[in-house]
């Protein structure tokens, strides 16, 4: 049976467990933790080692780099007007009442620091090497990638060293094949992971939280919507001349993977397994999705936006176009290096808030339905990087290989 339709069963028997047997179910989702948690752990190698494997066996060209910054910034671009522009014309704060008793009991709110731009930049600065894989700093592991690897790949062609490049070289392919081979064990286990998760958060919440948030949720997922099938669609059929059911055919295994695992980062062997299957050449797919995957992530970006401006709504607070700016800035900084992991976008939304000034008081209530929400997140992310991926080849010239 193929991943994807083991994901889709085990996503339905959750849903149904949860409903019929509420909360002595709740059990069943710290193996879903487990499974989640083994998975980011080895992710982290996984995108060190095929960052620096990439640079070990392909010259990366200043040309892929370049198109890189500029395809992500298009789409992060569009993303954030997309989350405003939405938020501006629909309003789905204001059928939502003040949440002014609804926050009671002690319930504890989100802290969250104000962000500081000088820090947020020397903040990805690790004080030792080992710290970024403990901390699982994606950017920071990227930023040592990068390193190494033109470390590397310098030093592989140097003529004096070829005997030592090729010991090297040998060594970043086995340990970069070794931690694929240790996740694809994991991911074996995946659907049952989902299974637990599902079965744990209807049996708690069940489908109640979708009541009194129902606009929000709807016009979050409009906007990943657009984003997703305007968006990228264009750049896919219209730019990159690529076939859309082909296209969609490749991406349906990560696609659904980041449904039911709820983080982009997790789904990174997946993803690769989608890109590989559209013929995309190893130095754009990597480039895409492992060293561009801080800079894809339009779901979280287009959601904090279009958030932002739902809290000052629900507040009543009128923001002004140079607010909303800073705002948008604000998420862009958040949302960079964020790690790819459940409920990631509801914690840098804490961070966006406190640093244009919005109250907190609301977060409790969205977290009651940012399990879907997060679940729509990484799967754009997702698309995003396959679609970055293609775009890469098609503006570099390298025709994808057609695999049966």
Known sequence: MPLYTQILVAMILGLVTGLIFGKQVSFLGEFGKIIIQLIKVMAAPLLFFAIVDAFMRTQMERKRGLWLAFICTIN???AVVI?????????????MVRPETAVTGGTELLKAEKIDFVKAITGYIP?????????NSVLTIVLLALLAG??????KDDRDWQPQAETMDRFVQGAFRATEIILAWIIMFIPLAVFGVIAKTVGEQ????LKGLAVYVGVALLGLAIQVFVVYQFWIFAVARESLRRFWSAARDAIVYALGASSSLATLP??????DKLGVSHASARMAACVGTNFNNDGILLYE???VLFVAQVHGIEMSYSQQLVAALSCVIAGIGIAGVPDAGLISLALVLATVGLPLEILPLLLTVDWILSRARATTNVISDIAVARLLDHFTGHAPTRRR
Do not use: C, Y
């Open 76 to 78: 992060t671009t569009l």
């Open 83 to 95: 989350g405003l522009g939405l938020s501006n014309w629909l309003e789905p704060g204001k059928h």
């Open 127 to 135: 004080q030792n090497i080992v710290q970024p894989f403990q901390e």
């Open 150 to 155: 033109l470390a590397l790949r310098k030093i």
């Open 206 to 209: 069940g489908l109640a939280p």
């Open 270 to 275: 997946v993803t690769l397994k989608s890109i």
């Open 305 to 307: 936006a279009m958030a």
